[in-house]
């Protein structure tokens, strides 16, 4: 191997440069730091290691979400060594009054979990584990735009903790119905996310109406290996279409208020690429910008309460 490509997080990358010095102390490696955005395992840098002729992608900080044929990759995970005691003695009040509860965290606190459990058991509530599936690849995990492990045992528990950030917290409401208790060991803040949730679905179904009178929709093609969805673009270009209303589709890496106010003549954005563009920047945007199963209630293609029973995510 003579070329490497790390690729971080923006959390991680304090720490690049001590890698990066030290990769080539060790091996002799020509070592590149890429300096853009990552957002999870679906962004991996692909076009750079094109660009630099690389042999290799270090991808640390995420799970291995998608394939890349592209270039060599590995994902390098990260736990945190974080102690999550202040958390769980604040989210005690909050689940006491539960029997059964599903738990999920993301890949940094994974290791975590025993504690949990164990926390959960003094207080006498029955720890559900969410199990591996979907794009998740351990027993335990979520990741922001996959939350089928919670659909899985939604049923077996009366409410679920999700360790992690206030999107992580976020999507899992909106993809069970059931009490969904946020534990941000960062902020070292408990939420419950019924409001949070209830406010959301409010906003997303005022913005669903301000799409029902459009004539003109722009379809959001996202060109990043993990956030390219053609499938799902063709299909509601067809649908959208045949509802007698204009699509056009437009390829992009990132999205920005900035990027899609260059395009007139279109009334809605319908957003395939990640769903967090929608959930928690969609402010920053002049003009809806739908996800997929809220672009097809704005055309009567399908109910919000349906949606809603789905899950929107």
Known sequence: MRRLLIQMPDGLKPYAANISRELMKRTGVEVYISAGPCYGGCDVATGQAKLLNVDLIAHYGHTEFVRVDDCPTIFLEARSE?????????????????????????????????????????????????????????????????????????????????????????????????????????????????????SLINRRYAMIERAKGAKSFGIILGSKIGQYNPETAEMLRRIIAAR????????????????????????????????????????????????PKEALVSIGEVGWEEVLGQGLI
């Open 82 to 198: 974080m102690s999550l005691t202040e958390i769980l003695d604040r989210l005690e009040s909050k689940i006491s009054i539960y029997r059964r509860v599903g738990v999920a965290t993301t890949l940094q606190h994974l290791n975590e979990l025993g504690e949990v459990e164990e926390r959960l058991e003094r207080l006498g509530v029955e720890a559900v584990i969410t199990p591996r599936c979907g794009r998740n690849r351990y027993c335990g995990q979520i990741i922001g735009c996959d939350y089928t492990p919670l659909k899985t045992v939604s049923g077996k528990v009366e409410s679920f903790i999700v360790i992690g950030s206030r999107f992580h917290g976020l999507g899992a409401s909106l993809a069970v119905e059931k009490p969904v208790i946020l534990a941000d060991p960062y902020l070292s803040k408990v939420t419950d996310m019924e409001w949070e949730r209830r």
């Open 244 to 291: 007698g209303r204009d699509a056009v589709t437009i390829v992009a890496d990132e999205v920005s208020s900035s990027s899609l106010g260059n395009f007139e003549g279109l009334d809605v954005f319908v957003n395939t690429a990640c769903p967090r563009l929608s959930l928690d920047d969609s402010e920053k945007f002049t003009k809806p910008l739908l996800l």
